[in-house]
């Protein structure tokens, strides 16, 4: 080759490898910077808050949902209610701290979308100067270990809102087994599909506080439960009214206040998200009350005590998956609708089908849930209020997202929880006998009353 030609060729090499580099120099400063992990800094506020939102979350069960469903079984089953609620407290903490947590918030590895790794088992490496961070990007933490308890109050208060489908005919001893198995094969993973970095989550499905993770699957499984066990005795055409209707306003007053920590106490801060969450919750449940109030006061000719507190009930759990998204005025919405549609899925629903679902758990926390999670990719989309959907996510999207998440509950929770009560109900049996049923579970379980007449 001539030394001319030679000379032209490097010289038009060198100029596509400068125009190359340019260019690649050009794409690159258009890319964002992948985030940055800092240094997590104890935040003392953020810790303050949320050592409180924790005691608000357990208050909620003990004795929030303990009275709740106490005061509408028959007196002869009350401390069964109570006993039931107490010991799924005490058997959630212990299971937490032995596996869950290590299997809700830690790597999987090579399963890390399906479920968590065995790092923190027996709080291994949990300790008092051990730090939790929301955000890799900003440095504000709080002990881990305050951060593991709050985890564990919603470990907690899921099973036990189950009581409520089966309450008045279920062995204490099978409802142990039957809590202990459901929490490690059904929550555990459905906890870390939404919360710990697993499939959903990554998905972008959104569930702020427990739509999914504690009220639809909480909700199906009380359905199964009340369908696999069967009807109380006598059942619809006995009369089993509320026994003592006092206890459970106050239980369901104490639902209300205890929710904030539930809510606003998900924001692991004490920041803007966790007024936000604060501030929707109080209008939902206001909005949910009233509209249950009013459909009742239409449809049956007078509004009652238990029918405005089952109300409130449903607007919390249909604004928990939104509270962290949704704007006020989506909140009232997600109220209104809620009180009304659980309202009928609490009375009409279930007299068409026939399900003894005692207290109404699929009523209200699994058409409640359902309600708030699909609701939820609407308002918090910030044409309607919200804080605004993921870049590039149409509302549409969004919706699809969270009925994916729905569904996905729904059919692995109803599957799994089949299974388990088939199972042990051919073990050591799932019902008391008949005649310990008509003595009530009281007695006949706990040689216990609850009034000494």
């Not at 794409?27 to 985030?35: L, M, S």
């Not at 509408?72 to 010991?87: E, G």
């Not at 359902?370 to 918090?380: E, N, P």
Request: charged residues 10%; glycine residues 12%.
């Amino acid at each position: 080759m001539k030394p001319l030609m030679l000379s032209k060729l490097v010289t038009a090499v060198g100029g596509v490898s400068l125009s190359l580099a340019t260019f690649a120099e050009e794409v690159a400063q258009q890319v964002p910077a992948a985030p940055v992990p800092v240094a997590a800094v104890l935040n003392t506020g953020d810790t303050a808050w949320m050592l409180t939102a924790t005691a608000l979350v357990l208050f909620m069960t003990i004795p929030g949902l303990s009275l709740f469903y106490a005061g509408m079984v028959r007196a002869k089953n009350v401390l069964s209610i109570l006993m039931q609620c107490f010991a799924i407290t005490s058997l959630m903490t212990i299971l937490w701290m032995l596996y869950g947590y290590s299997l809700v918030f830690t790597s999987g590895d090579a399963i890390n979308d399906w479920l968590g790794g065995l790092t923190k088992v027996f709080l291994a490496g949990v300790t008092a100067t051990s730090l939790q961070q929301p955000v890799a990007t900003d440095p504000n933490a709080i002990p881990e270990l305050v951060f593991m308890t709050f985890q564990m109050t919603f470990a907690i208060i899921t099973p036990a809102l189950i009581v409520g489908a089966f309450a008045e005919r279920m062995k204490f001893s099978a409802m142990l087994w039957f809590m202990a198995l459901w929490f490690s094969l059904v929550y555990v993973p459905i906890a870390h599909w939404v919360w710990g970095g697993g499939w959903l989550q990554t998905m972008g499905v959104l569930d702020f506080a427990g739509g999914t993770v504690v009220h639809i699957n909480a909700g199906i499984a009380g359905l199964i439960a009340a369908i696999v066990i069967g009807k109380r005795k006598g059942f619809p055409n006995v009369a089993m009214p509320p026994h003592n209707l006092t206890y459970t306003v106050i239980g369901a007053s104490m639902l209300w206040v205890g929710w904030f920590g539930f809510n606003a106490g998900s924001a692991v801060a004490a920041n803007g998200t966790a007024g936000l969450a604060m501030a929707v919750t109080q209008i939902a449940t206001a909005a949910a009350a009233i509209a249950w109030m009013f459909s009742e006061w239409i449809s049956h000719g007078k509004p009652s005590a238990l029918g405005i507190a089952s109300g409130a009930v449903a607007g919390l759990v249909a604004i928990t998956p939104a509270s962290g998204t949704a704007g006020p005025m989506g909140a009232l919405v997600i109220g209104l609708v809620a009180g009304v549609i659980c309202f009928f899925a609490a009375t009409r629903l279930k007299r068409m089908f026939g399900y003894d679902d005692a207290l109404d758990v699929f009523g209200v926390h699994a058409v409640g849930g359902i309600l708030g999670a699909i609701l939820t990719g609407v308002f918090a989309d910030a044409a309607f209020g919200g804080v605004g959907l993921a870049e590039g996510v149409t509302v549409g999207a969004q919706v699809v997202k969270q009925t994916i998440g729905v569904v996905v509950t729904l059919v692995y929770t109803a599957v799994v929880s089949f299974i388990l009560l088939k199972v042990i109900d051919m073990i050591i049996g799932l019902r008391v006998t008949e005649e310990q049923e008509t003595e009530g579970l009281d007695m006949a379980l706990h040689d216990e009353r609850g009034y000494i007449l």
